[in-house]
């Protein structure tokens, strides 16, 4: 089944790559023609630059995810209710996420717009200003990424040695110490499978984009994955093999990313 519905249609898009088809007539054999149009393609150009922001700054649930995991894996009163509120953004869909962010960065009356000017700054149009859009987006999009994991690492926890810890603090080993050097190694597979989920997330972001501005404003807010489906199957493409040269480009980016990953953890585990 896998092999069906992953692997076969990677090559598929592999393939299509050097095509020129409209999806319905003949197919084209172009070479690598979709390629050498992606290098002067200005749209693709702000779309891999946004990818990459992405990238960068969507790291930051992983990090926060764990925060969050070692503040609600405390016993102390109510904490099965901030569990919830923790809980809350992982359950609900993307759509919603885009909606209910859309709302908060409304200018006219958006919530973070009546705390500004109650602060006495000026209201500000987020989703549009081609300066702040990507940031608007990638911080809706934090908000459930964090929950993940948020969750990953409370499942991880849940495991962590009591001895090592006890042994850790018979060492004096508190707070940041006991947390590099006792809580963290024993993090490992989940901060692995955190990393990976993010970065994929971070380079398959669609939803948000589509929901909250629709690549706008003036296609600023353009990723390689809304852009592809913008060339093939909109009403301004139609252009199937240009879409799967972006979605191969889409491909590299992120197997490049994860297999860096997966070579750093195979040394770090070689040399334990």
Request: hydrophobic share 50%; charged share 15%; with cysteine.
């Amino acid at each position: 089944m896998f092999s069906l519905y992953v692997i076969f249609p990677i090559f598929q898009s592999i393939n299509l790559s050097f095509y020129q088809w409209d999806g319905l007539g003949v197919k084209t054999y172009v070479g690598a023609e979709n390629y050498i149009e992606l290098l002067d393609d200005e749209y693709f150009i702000v779309s891999l630059k946004n990818n990459v922001i992405w990238l960068v700054l969507y790291l930051l649930a992983v990090p926060a995810g764990l925060f969050v995991a070692l503040f609600l894996n405390q016993t102390v009163r109510g904490i099965r209710i901030y569990k919830s509120i923790f809980f809350f953004p992982f359950v609900i869909s993307q759509v919603v996420v885009g909606l209910v962010f859309s709302w908060f960065y409304d200018p006219s009356n958006g919530l973070l717009n009546v705390i500004l000017e109650f602060l006495g700054f000026d209201s500000i149009a987020i989703l549009a200003e081609e300066d702040y859009v990507t940031y608007g987006i990638i911080a809706a999009g934090l908000w459930p990424q964090t929950a993940y994991c948020m969750i990953l690492y409370l499942t991880g926890l849940n495991s962590v040695d009591p001895e090592q810890i006890e042994a850790g603090r018979i060492d004096n080993a508190r707070g940041w110490r006991m947390l590099w050097y006792v809580i963290l190694p024993q993090l490992k597979p989940a901060t692995f499978i955190a990393v990976v989920v993010t970065i994929i997330g971070a380079l398959r972001s669609f939803d948000l984009i589509d929901i909250m501005t629709g690549g706008g404003p003036w296609g600023s807010s353009r990723v390689l994955a809304y852009y592809m489906y913008e060339k093939a199957f909109s009403e301004y493409g139609f252009r199937m093999g240009y879409g799967a040269a972006i979605a191969v480009v889409l491909l590299v980016i992120m197997m490049v990313y994860i297999a860096t990953i997966l070579y750093r953890l195979y040394r770090d585990e070689r040399g334990g």
